[in-house]
């Protein structure tokens, strides 16, 4: 039970760890060139080498914050479930991934917004 418990562990900070680690690695710079391989890629973040560096700056910096924040609210929840059986521990552990998702796509929604209000859809 305990292997399971430090297994579920591990993979709730599989997420905030590689938010800081690209947080950390966007928010100092964009990669040099536009890509479909690497980097914040949406529509808007790749019109032109602006939005590309201002989307990876803006991303980069709040992903980096957010991962730092949700460390111990990833590890807090599992700490209620030590001695509990598997289910128990796998729900809690799915719940708090499903969060983190969650959180990840409201980051990649703000930093959206954030590019549609600084340029517009012809960057002017």
């Not at 890629?41 to 910096?61: I, L, V």
């Not at 001695?83 to 729900?91: L, P, R």
């Amino acid at each position: 039970m305990r292997a399971f418990w430090f297994f579920m562990l591990l993979m709730d900070l599989l997420i905030p760890l590689s938010m800081i680690i690209f947080g950390k690695r966007f928010a100092c710079g964009a990669p040099a060139s536009i890509n479909h391989t690497f980097g914040y890629r949406t529509a808007m973040s790749m019109k032109n080498q602006d939005t590309w560096q201002y989307a990876h700056r803006y991303f980069g910096k709040h992903c980096f914050v957010m991962g730092l924040i949700l460390i111990p609210f990833s590890v807090l929840p599992l700490l209620f479930v030590w001695n509990s059986n598997v289910n128990c521990v796998g729900i809690v552990g799915g719940a708090v991934c499903a969060v983190q998702l969650i959180l990840w796509m409201v980051l990649i929604a703000l930093t959206e917004k954030e590019l549609k209000r600084k340029f517009d859809s012809d960057r002017q």
